[in-house]
């Protein structure tokens, strides 16, 4: 490893351990943003950040924390108040500070990005101005009402009967078979005792064969008729 190889490591763990102390101190400043003191360090940690960013030629980064650096200098000024808007931009651009530094320190350069929206909301900030709508978190679009199931049809007294009327003629049919069935069975019936030559249909009345599912299905229309 050469010399620009080691200073360039020392850099990659100096922004890191800027970078988590400037975890902690939004964390206190949430709870106390009035605290110049703790404002006056976090610019500074940024102001550092980027005189570092810029001797390696590292735009991004460079850009990112000048912009932050002149929200936080208004702030520890006393020209701009602390506000949940400002803390939310500030913290999304120390997200966008650790993801470059991230890459440097996986590839030895900067990373492709655009920074444009998020930098534009810190100058605007720093300014007086607004954050855009397109870095607004609170401009999201409300989902669209998911289309309505279709409505099932209305089942009326009416429709019940005649699926019941109908249901009733399918079973008569079934009955009517049935017994030309039994009828045909019955006539070629023959006594098997009379003796053989004498052979005659039988004159006893053949028995009814009656199909239980077909007479429990009866039972069941008979049933939802009542």
């Known amino acids: 490893m050469d010399n620009n190889d080691d200073i360039l490591a020392e850099f990659i763990i100096e922004a890191r351990e800027i970078l988590d102390q400037l975890d902690l101190d939004f964390v206190q400043l949430e709870e106390t943003p009035d605290d110049k003191k703790l404002v006056g360090n976090i610019f500074r940690a940024m102001h550092t950040l980027k005189g570092s960013s810029g001797f390696f030629a590292f735009k991004r980064l460079e850009k990112v924390s000048h912009a932050g650096e002149s929200l936080l200098g208004k702030i520890r ?8 808007q400002k803390t939310s931009t500030l913290l999304m651009a120390l997200d ?3 993801e470059i530094i991230s890459g440097i320190e996986a590839a030895n350069t900067e990373p492709v990005g ?12 720093a300014s007086g101005g607004v954050i855009s709508s397109s870095n607004n978190r609170s401009a999201m679009p409300m989902p669209e009402p998911s289309t309505p199931p279709a409505e099932m049809p209305e089942t009326t ?12 003629v399918e079973a008569a049919d079934d009955v009517v ?3 030309s069935l039994v009828t045909t069975e019955a006539e070629t019936l023959v006594d098997v005792t009379a003796p053989a030559g004498n ?3 039988t004159e006893v009345a053949a028995p009814v064969k009656v199909n239980l599912e077909l007479l429990d299905k009866l039972m069941n229309l008979v049933s939802e008729m009542v």
Not at 77 to 84: E, I, K, N, P, R
């Open 77 to 84: 000024d006393g020209q701009l108040a602390l506000d949940t």
């Open 96 to 98: 966008a500070l650790r």
């Open 114 to 125: 655009d920074d444009t929206l998020l930098i534009a909301d810190l100058l605007s900030l």
């Open 157 to 168: 007294e009416d429709s019940v009967v005649e699926a019941i009327e109908a249901e009733e």
């Open 177 to 179: 078979m049935s017994d």
């Open 199 to 201: 052979v005659r249909p």
